[in-house]
């Protein structure tokens, strides 16, 4: 047997290998998409607007959280603003500045 038969057989060798992966990797696939197959359209837009309406329901949510701490941070400040004009704040005015300045409570 030549070199050249060798390498003749070794490459139809090949070549029916690939064909066979090639053709079990497609039947795998055929399967595969028949058993993920999507669901109809009427039940994807449900599943979008169920998605969708929880999405909503959540940033509402932390949006009504929000607004919540930044009211509840505005009255303390309101508040201790009060107590300084009033004199009843226990800090100096200048306490305060460095509190502002350094973002620290008094």
């Known amino acids: 047997m030549s070199d050249y038969s060798t390498i003749q057989d070794h490459g139809e060798r090949m070549s029916t290998n690939a064909l066979a992966a090639f053709s079990i990797g497609l039947g795998v696939g055929a399967g595969l998409a028949l058993l993920f ?13 169920h998605k969708a309406s929880d999405v909503a329901d959540r940033a509402r949510d932390q949006f009504e959280s929000v607004r919540s701490q930044a009211r509840e941070q505005m009255d ?31």
Do not use: M, Q, Y
């Open 76 to 106: 303390n400040l309101r508040n201790k603003v009060g107590n300084i004009r009033t004199g009843n704040a226990g800090a100096s005015g200048s306490d305060f500045r460095n509190s502002v300045r350094t973002g620290t409570e008094i």
């Open 37 to 49: 197959a999507p669901k109809r359209g009427e039940e994807i837009r449900n599943d979008i607007a």
